[in-house]
């Protein structure tokens, strides 16, 4: 496992200071303890004008069974260890959302190990805090239009591809230029259009020189 450029672990270092959006944005929860905490990116894990790609999911979804973060005291502790978790559940394949993202991602670098399409990758999410429910509105920008923004600044060359209706609508402003494809978890995953918007993602992906 390999962490993200010095230059982006700055810029996620303060979500954990805490972000200065909690107690403004609806329903973020932060409980170390549950699992509850600024999660769901990984990547850029080389110079970060490698990377070509940006998948933006929506939301972290509910913690997995043991998941806690009540051990890490600063930023740098905690960005370890949602890496690592995510890392882990990328590698193998934990839900179904992991392995369409890893078909996604395979369909755009082929014949590339894992850990070599994490230099070309950033995964993140339109919203980075976890919620009681996965049921945020889409009109929630503030992440997005905060955090989202930060990091496609420092991410010249990359190609944005937001994953689902709720992602694009909250990335409107941070990321015009995206590509909306169908979501990689269900039920939008499940629909028969959504395999085709993510050959097209990544074939426009590839169209990068």
Not at 131 to 142: A, K, N, Q
Not at 160 to 168: E, H, N, S, Y
Not at 192 to 209: F, K, M
Request: hydrophobic share 40%; net charge negative.
């Amino acid at each position: 496992m390999q962490l993200p450029n010095p230059t982006m672990m700055e810029l996620l270092a303060t979500l954990y200071e805490p972000c200065r959006n909690f107690g403004v944005c609806p329903q973020a929860r932060w409980d170390p303890q549950a699992g509850h905490v600024p999660r769901g990116f990984l990547g850029a894990t080389g110079v970060l004008e490698e990377v070509e790609m940006v998948l933006v999911f929506a939301e972290p979804g509910a913690p997995h069974d043991g998941e806690a973060y009540s051990a890490c005291q600063t930023s740098d502790d905690f960005i370890e260890a949602v890496i690592s978790h995510a890392y882990s559940a990328f590698a193998y394949g934990q839900d179904l959302m992991h392995r369409n993202t890893r078909e996604l991602i395979d369909m755009a670098f082929p014949g590339m190990a894992f850990d070599d399409q994490l230099r070309k990758v950033w995964l993140t999410e339109s919203r980075l805090c976890s919620l009681d429910e996965e049921l945020g509105s889409c009109s929630d920008r503030t992440c997005a239009e905060t955090h989202l923004s930060a990091q496609l600044e420092l991410l010249p060359r990359a190609r944005v591809i937001t994953l689902g209706g709720k992602a694009a609508q909250r990335s409107r402003h941070a990321a015009p230029g995206q590509f909306k494809a169908y979501a990689v978890a269900p039920p939008g995953a499940n629909h028969r259009p959504a395999r085709p918007s993510w050959e097209a993602a990544a074939s426009w992906v590839r169209e990068i020189e």
